[in-house]
C-alpha cells in the first residue's frame, strides 16, 4: 500500500506513533525505533523486513527518519482489514489453548514465540 492510499484517520495515527518515538520533537525519529514503532501500530514486521526497509529509507546510515519516510514504511506493512488480521490472531489462539481456558501459560506463549512462524524471536526477546 502507498500513503496516498492510506485514510486521513490512518495517516493521523501514524503520525500520533511518530510523535511518540520523536522524543525530541525535532521532526525524526531514530532508525533504531523502526521496529518498535510500526509494532505499536499493530504492524508485525519481520526482522528481514525492517532492514529491507532501512536499505531503502536510510541508504546512508544516517541513523535518522521524517515522517514522510516513516509513513512510507507504515504504508507499505499496513493492514488494511484489521478485524481479518484480528480474527487471524485469535484462530491461532485457540489452537494453542488446548484445554479452552482462554488462557496460555506464559512458558506455553514463550515456546510459541520462539518455535514457530516464519521468524522466530529469539529468546532473550521472549524473556521480556
Given at each position: 500500500?502507498?500513503?496516498?492510499?492510506?485514510?486521513?484517520?490512518?495517516?493521523?495515527?501514524?503520525?500520533?506513533?511518530?510523535?511518540?518515538?520523536?522524543?525530541?520533537?525535532?521532526?525524526?525519529?531514530?532508525?533504531?525505533?523502526?521496529?518498535?514503532?510500526?509494532?505499536?501500530?499493530?504492524?508485525?514486521?519481520?526482522?528481514?523486513?525492517?532492514?529491507?526497509?532501512?536499505?531503502?529509507?536510510?541508504?546512508?546510515?544516517?541513523?535518522?527518519?521524517?515522517f514522510t519516510l516513516f509513513a512510507n514504511a507504515?504504508?507499505?506493512?499496513?493492514?488494511?482489514?484489521?478485524?481479518?488480521?484480528?480474527?487471524?490472531?485469535?484462530?491461532?489462539?485457540?489452537?494453542?489453548?488446548?484445554?479452552?481456558?482462554?488462557?496460555?501459560?506464559?512458558?506455553?506463549?514463550?515456546?510459541?514465540?520462539?518455535?514457530?512462524?516464519?521468524?522466530?524471536?529469539?529468546?532473550?526477546?521472549?524473556?521480556?
Amino acid at each position: 500500500m502507498r500513503v496516498d492510499e492510506l485514510t486521513n484517520t490512518e495517516l493521523q495515527e501514524i503520525k500520533k506513533c511518530f510523535m511518540l518515538f520523536d522524543e525530541n520533537g525535532a521532526d525524526y525519529m531514530s532508525t533504531a525505533d523502526l521496529g518498535k514503532a510500526l509494532r505499536w501500530l499493530k504492524l508485525i514486521p519481520t526482522e528481514a523486513q525492517i532492514k529491507q526497509l532501512l536499505s531503502v529509507l536510510d541508504p546512508k546510515g544516517t541513523g535518522l527518519l521524517r515522517f514522510t519516510l516513516f509513513a512510507n514504511a507504515a504504508a507499505q506493512l499496513w493492514i488494511r482489514d484489521r478485524r481479518k488480521h484480528e480474527s487471524d490472531l485469535w484462530e491461532a489462539f485457540l489452537h494453542f489453548d488446548k484445554l479452552d481456558t482462554g488462557k496460555i501459560t506464559a512458558s506455553e506463549l514463550k515456546r510459541i514465540l520462539t518455535e514457530y512462524g516464519t521468524e522466530s524471536i529469539p529468546e532473550k526477546e521472549a524473556n521480556k
